[in-house]
């Protein structure tokens, strides 16, 4: 493997962003590198389903142009970003990473978030590897193939956002945007070393995105620095009265925020210390000490949320394709079609008792969160599972691989809590997150906790790796074009 640090180009975006002012490259040079990248690499890791190159130079061109003309310049200035399948690109058909949709003709314009990079200078390069209709936590998808993890890529990169956190770790973009229902940014930005934001449910726009569990979708975003994490989800705040969702909250900039004087921070126990490995545990120790959180605190009814999570989950996501599944079953991915069948099947008092405990635990939360600006718990319980990996043990307990990797996630998303996800290193040498929890509406103190860690030199994420000489995976998949 070779070092991506060769380049003449910034690999953050806070540093792209800053070099394209200065002049000291075009944004069309820094795109043509960027596709050689992804060419070289990505054969190994398969983060990307589609490459826009023609809307990239476009788009690239545009921003030269204004530089030239000497217009002031926006935040993500020459900046190249990509998106998961599932939010409309023009002219891309929205996969939503399933062969069902594959007939439905391109996308007419942007999603509102897509929209919201562009109009930040941010150069998009195209669509990102996931599971089918976000359900999953591997990204081992049948239709475009696995999305590796570039840091073994015997692993799997997590899910259903894998294809846009291998892209941020592998070095083909310094910013990615994903999604998150029950774990789908902090999953995958554990298991492959980058950080990820999942802000209050409502924050952030869903319009012009494949929907999945509408009371519970969040977007999110990925990077390489808390810098840029900062940088990025600044940008896509919007009030967009096309979500009902979308809160009517002001928009809160956390990339200039002045940090807190002191932050009460606890480690939460109890169930997080139960479904975690030793190695999500010790990162979990290992963040509080570096933040000297010496309290420990329990999460309001874990399982409760959890199971009330996975009932809602289930259940609307069932009734959304089970037209489809009805007509197309052969079509739709293996490892998601029957669970959904299942959730379709859910008896309408359940979803209905789910939501009320769901909004019980929410007035508890915020009783926590009295005592506590932020909460501490592992991402993952395990670091990444090789692919193929049916089963996982935590504490002696043998559990699905799958299905459980969302055990520490889908609490903290039922409750629609900001978190900012940080990569840290596992005993074990693999990346494996922390959440840093905050209450509703206050990811500032998520980003301020995540910058401490950061300038504490805890968090991991190393330089961004260009593959080289190595055999290629079997079965990689293509790009379209």
């Not at 049948?142 to 073994?152: E, K, L, M």
């Not at 874990?302 to 037209?323: C, D, K, N, V, W």
């Amino acid at each position: 493997m070779t070092d991506a640090r060769a380049s003449r180009f910034p690999v953050t975006a806070t540093g792209i962003a800053r070099a394209y002012a200065r002049g000291e490259f075009t944004s069309r040079e820094l795109v043509a590198d960027t596709f050689s990248r992804i060419e070289t690499g990505d054969p190994y890791v398969n983060a990307f389903t589609d490459l826009t190159v023609e809307r990239a130079l476009e788009e690239a061109g545009q921003l030269d142009a204004r530089r030239a003309r000497g217009e002031t310049l926006p935040p993500l200035a020459g900046v190249p970003y990509a998106a998961k399948n599932l939010f409309d690109i023009a002219g891309l058909t929205t996969l939503a990473g399933s062969r069902v949709l594959a007939g439905n003709p391109p996308a007419s314009a942007d999603s509102t978030l897509v929209r919201r990079m562009r109009e930040g200078g941010a150069i998009m390069v195209g669509a990102l590897n996931m599971d089918e209709f976000a359900y999953g936590f591997t990204t081992e998808n049948h239709h475009a193939g696995v999305c590796r993890n570039p840091h073994d890529l015997s692993r799997t990169a997590g899910g259903s956002s894998g294809g846009s956190a291998a892209a941020v770790a592998a070095g083909f973009v310094p910013v990615t945007l994903g999604t998150d229902t029950n774990g789908s940014v902090r999953v995958p930005a554990s298991m492959c070393g980058v950080f990820g934001v999942k802000p209050t449910f409502g924050r952030l726009s869903r319009y012009g995105t494949f929907p999945f569990v509408a009371s519970i979708d969040h977007m999110g975003a990925f990077a390489r620095t808390v810098g840029d994490l900062a940088l990025t989800y600044d940008a896509l705040q919007f009030v967009d009265p096309l979500d009902a969702a979308c809160s009517a909250r002001a928009i809160e900039p956390v990339s200039n925020a002045k940090p807190a004087r002191t932050l009460r921070i606890a480690r939460l126990d109890g169930y997080f210390d139960d479904h975690a490995s030793d190695d999500a545990r010790g990162v979990a120790l290992a963040a509080a000490r570096a933040l000297d959180a010496t309290e420990t605190a329990a999460f309001p009814n874990a399982e409760a949320s959890r199971s009330a999570a996975f009932l809602i989950t289930a259940a609307e996501g069932g009734q959304l394709h089970l037209p489809t599944l009805r007509t197309r079953y052969d079509e739709h991915e293996p490892l998601s079609r029957d669970r959904l069948i299942a959730g379709a099947l859910l008896p309408a008092a359940w979803l209905l008792h789910a939501q009320r405990v769901r909004a019980v635990l929410q007035r508890r939360v915020l009783e926590l969160f009295e005592r506590y600006d932020v909460l501490i718990a592992p991402a993952t319980p395990v670091v990444a599972p090789r692919v193929g990996e049916e089963f996982m043990e935590i504490n002696g307990q043998r559990l699905a691989t799958r299905p459980n990797l969302g055990l520490l996630t889908q609490p903290v998303s039922c409750l629609g809590l900001p978190v900012v996800a940080v990569p840290m290193r596992a005993a074990s040498g693999l990346p494996l997150a922390v959440q840093l929890i905050a209450p509703p509406w206050r990811e500032d103190l998520a980003f301020d906790a995540a910058r401490r860690l950061e300038a504490a030199q805890m968090s991991y994420c190393p330089p961004a790796l260009l593959f080289a000489g190595l055999p290629l995976p079997a079965a990689s998949s293509g790009i379209r074009r």
